[in-house]
């Protein structure tokens, strides 16, 4: 028999956004597999045990997980956000597609939870109330010619786009130049929402028009979303403006 693995995610920081499914699932767990802040999150026992890794080393980690799990250890690996959202949930399922048939026997759950646009969009009105979509700015799994494509595709679209992964060290141009394709499409006025580290102490929300923002404003811990041209900026003379995408779009004639 198996041990059960469970995938859960830590939500983007502040406690209070870990489901009560994910943290029955670190109780059930003994073994935790995952980037080292994200671990460094939850309140383990003595008994249970931390296998922390580098952030670049998703699929061996997922497949450490599934070994121990096989062997008939309960295991959670663990993600930050959402586990199933540009995260740890596709790792594991990828490595058992690619990994020994023991695998496929392998009681897997994957625990959904609370990814960052989600915390962002709370935390400044409604900018996903309408259709909109998600995208990592990162290249290291896919081609950037790919993400110009797929950026100027939605946002001709008229989809919100909540822009993941957005700059790093190693990436610091990307965002910039995601700001201009989108220039291409979208009104100047388009608000641009740059959401940093949503719940945490060091939390920032910044929003800004399409035509001024700066890609240096971000930074990994930032979750950006760029509205469509039917979001609207809610001005309150006491209060944080609200940003919000109306449910409802009018048809357009052609």
């Avoid at 597999?33 to 460094?40: A, S, V």
Wanted: hydrophobic share 45%; with cysteine; charged share 25%.
């Amino acid at each position: 028999m198996t041990g059960r693995l469970h995938v859960i995610g830590t939500g983007p920081g502040n406690p209070d956004q870990m489901t009560p499914e994910a943290l029955r699932a670190v109780e059930a767990s003994t073994e935790f597999f995952g980037y080292f802040p994200y671990i460094d999150r939850l309140n383990l026992r003595p008994d249970q045990i931390k296998v922390a890794s580098d952030n670049r080393e998703e699929l061996s980690r997922a497949e450490a997980a599934l070994t121990r799990a096989a062997a008939g250890v309960d295991v959670c690996v663990v993600s930050g956000g959402d586990p199933g959202v540009f995260a740890m949930a596709a790792a594991v399922c990828e490595a058992i597609d690619a990994g020994p048939e023991e695998w496929k026997s392998v009681d897997l759950v994957v625990v959904p939870g609370v990814t960052a646009m989600l915390a962002v969009a709370a935390r400044i009105g409604a900018p996903l109330g309408h259709d909109f979509c998600a995208i990592s700015l990162s290249d290291n799994l896919k081609p950037w010619e790919i993400i110009e494509k797929r950026l100027r595709m939605v946002a001709e679209a008229g989809l919100v786009i909540a822009l993941y992964n957005p700059i790093s060290k190693a990436r610091p141009w990307q965002l910039g130049k995601a700001f201009e394709i989108l220039r291409e499409v979208l009104p100047g006025e388009t608000p641009v929402i740059f959401g940093r580290a949503v719940g945490r102490p060091d939390e920032r929300m910044l929003v800004m028009p399409l035509g001024e923002a700066e890609a240096e404003r971000a930074d990994m811990a930032t979750c950006v979303v760029i509205g469509s041209p039917e979001t609207r900026i809610i001005a309150r003379p006491d209060l944080p403006d609200l940003v919000y995408t109306p449910r409802f779009l009018k048809a357009v004639m052609r």
